[in-house]
C-alpha cells in the first residue's frame, strides 16, 4: 500500500466525499455485528449503519450464503433484448407486491445515483409519452441528497456537490428544505410552516410555468441533509400542489426505504402517494450494489406504449438487476419479513427515543429529532458537533457528522445493550467536550 509520499505524491486513492489533505484514513479490515474493526485491532460501533445502509450489520451468514450461491447458480447475467435472469424477476415481483400503491413496476440499476439518474430520465420520458414534451425540468429542495451522477447531483441541493462540477443544471428548479427548527419565522407552528413552504412551491411554478415541469424529487425525510423529518402537515400540503400543476412526485426512499422509519416505506410513514419511488442501500442491506425505480401502472402503461412505438425502451445499464444482488435483496426481504420489521424498528426506536430524551435538557443541545431508527442530535453550533463526533470516535463509536447535526441510524440487528453503549458514549463525548 502506498501512503503519502511513498512516491512523492498523494495518497493512491482519491477518497469520495473527503478533504484529501486531511489525515490518512481509518482502514477498516473487517465487521462483525453492528461493529467493524480496523487494521490497528480498534472496535467500532457503526451508529449510522455505515452509510445508512449495512441494515443487517457486517456479517450476516444468510446474505453471504445467498451470494454464494447465486455466484455458482448463475454469476452474472442481464436484462437486455428480451432476457432476464429469472432471480431478478423474482426480485421484481416480489417489490412490486411490498410497495405502496400506486407503484406497480420496477426498473433496477446498480447505485442510488443510478437509481434517481434513471427516475429522471423516465419521468420525462413519461411526459413525452403522454405528448408533453415540453415538461422536462424538475423541482428539488435545498438540502437534499440525491447522489453523485450529473443529473441527481444537480438535484442535490448541497453546495458543496455542485462547487467545481459546473452544477446545478438549468433544468433544476430549486426549493426551500422543510427544516422547521432552523428555517420557521419566531413563532411559526409547524403546520403554518408547511404552508408557507407550500406557497412557495406554488409560487415557484407559476412563475416557471407548470407546463415546463416534469417532477418534483424528494426524500420522505432528509438524511445527507441533517436528519430533517417533514413538519406537521407538510406532505399532505405538497401533494396537493404538485397534483394541482400536474407534476410527478418522485420519494426518494433511498435511506428510508425498508424499514427505516418504521414502516416498510417512508411514504407509508407520511402518508406519500408517490407517482415514482427510488430504493438502494437496505434493499440488499448493502451486502451488494442493487438499486430500483418503481413507477406507478398509469406510468407503466404509458412508457411500454412509446417504448414499443420506438421499438424499444432505450435506457439501462450492464448489471442493473444483477442476478447476484437480486438473490441478496430476496434473501434480505426474507430476512426483513421474519423479523417483523416494522414492529422491530418501532421497538428499538422507542428504545432509542428514551435514551435520546435524556440529552433534551443539556447545554448546547439545540433539537432531538427521530422516527424508526432515524435520528438527529442537532446541537446549536457545528463546532460543538464536529468536537462530540471526534471524541465520540475515540471512545469507539462512530457517528455522522452533518454540520451541526449527529446522525444515528444502527443497524436493525442493534439490541437495546448497543444502543445503550451507543448513547452511553454519546453523553460521554457531550460531558468531555462540554
Ligand atoms: N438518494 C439518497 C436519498 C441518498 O441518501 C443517497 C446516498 O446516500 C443517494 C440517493 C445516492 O446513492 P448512491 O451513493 O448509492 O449512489
Same mark, same amino acid.
Request: glycine share 0%; net charge negative; hydrophobic share 45%.
Given at each position: 500500500m502506498l501512503d503519502a509520499g511513498a512516491k512523492g505524491g498523494p495518497m493512491s486513492q482519491l477518497y469520495p466525499?473527503?478533504? *484529501?489533505? /486531511? /489525515?490518512a484514513p481509518r482502514r477498516i479490515v473487517s465487521g462483525h455485528g453492528i461493529r467493524v474493526r480496523d487494521d490497528q485491532g480498534r472496535e467500532f460501533i457503526d451508529a449510522v449503519a455505515a452509510l445508512w445502509c449495512a441494515s443487517l450489520g457486517f456479517d450476516d451468514a444468510r446474505l453471504r450464503r445467498a451470494a454464494s450461491e447465486q455466484m455458482a447458480e448463475l454469476a452474472y447475467y442481464h436484462s437486455f433484448m428480451g432476457r432476464t435472469p429469472a432471480v431478478t424477476e423474482r426480485l421484481a415481483d416480489r417489490l412490486v407486491a411490498r410497495l405502496p400503491a400506486p407503484l406497480s413496476q420496477v426498473f433496477f440499476a446498480t447505485s442510488g445515483s443510478e437509481a434517481v439518474e434513471s427516475a429522471a430520465k423516465i419521468a420525462r420520458y413519461y411526459q413525452s409519452a403522454r405528448g408533453r414534451p415540453d415538461k422536462m425540468r424538475f423541482i428539488a429542495r435545498e438540502g437534499a441528497y440525491h447522489g453523485s451522477g450529473q443529473m441527481s447531483a444537480a438535484l442535490t441541493g448541497l453546495s458543496y456537490c455542485h462547487t467545481g462540477f459546473g @452544477? *446545478? @443544471? *438549468?433544468a433544476v428548479l430549486r426549493t426551500g428544505r422543510p427544516h422547521h427548527f432552523r428555517d420557521a419565522e419566531p413563532g411559526e407552528s409547524e403546520i403554518a410552516f408547511s404552508k408557507r413552504r407550500a406557497r412557495e412551491l406554488d409560487a415557484l411554478i407559476r412563475a416557471e410555468d407548470a407546463g415546463t415541469i416534469a417532477a418534483f424529487i424528494g426524500e420522505p425525510a432528509m438524511g445527507a441533509g441533517g436528519v430533517i423529518l417533514p413538519p406537521e402537515g407538510y406532505w399532505a400540503e405538497i401533494q396537493e400542489v404538485l397534483a394541482r400543476h400536474d407534476i410527478l412526485l418522485i420519494a426518494d426512499e433511498i435511506i428510508t426505504g425498508f424499514g427505516r422509519t418504521g414502516e416498510w416505506f417512508g411514504c407509508e410513514t407520511w402518508g406519500i402517494r408517490p407517482d415514482m419511488m427510488t430504493l438502494a442501500k437496505q434493499l440488499t442491506a448493502s451486502y451488494f450494489p442493487l438499486s430500483a425505480v418503481a413507477i406507478s401502472g398509469e406510468m407503466a402503461r404509458a412508457i411500454g406504449g412509446f417504448a414499443h412505438q420506438h421499438g424499444t425502451f432505450g435506457h439501462g445499464f450492464t448489471y442493473g438487476g444483477h442476478p447476484v444482488g437480486s438473490a441478496v435483496a430476496l434473501e434480505t426481504l426474507d430476512i426483513y419479513e421474519e423479523m417483523d420489521l416494522p414492529a422491530q424498528v418501532a421497538r428499538l426506536g422507542a428504545h432509542l427515543g428514551r435514551r435520546l430524551a435524556r440529552l433534551a435538557d443539556r447545554p448546547g443541545i439545540g433539537q432531538l429529532r427521530r422516527q424508526g431508527l432515524l435520528a438527529a442530535v442537532e446541537m446549536t453550533r457545528a463546532e460543538d458537533a464536529a468536537r462530540v463526533a471526534a471524541e465520540a470516535e475515540q471512545r469507539g463509536v462512530f457517528f455522522r457528522l452533518i454540520g451541526p447535526v449527529l446522525a444515528i441510524a444502527p443497524p436493525y440487528v442493534a439490541t437495546p445493550e448497543d444502543l445503550d453503549a451507543i448513547m452511553d458514549v454519546m453523553e460521554a463525548a457531550l460531558d468531555a467536550c462540554a
Open positions: 466525499f473527503t478533504d *484529501p489533505q /486531511a /489525515a @452544477l *446545478p @443544471l *438549468p
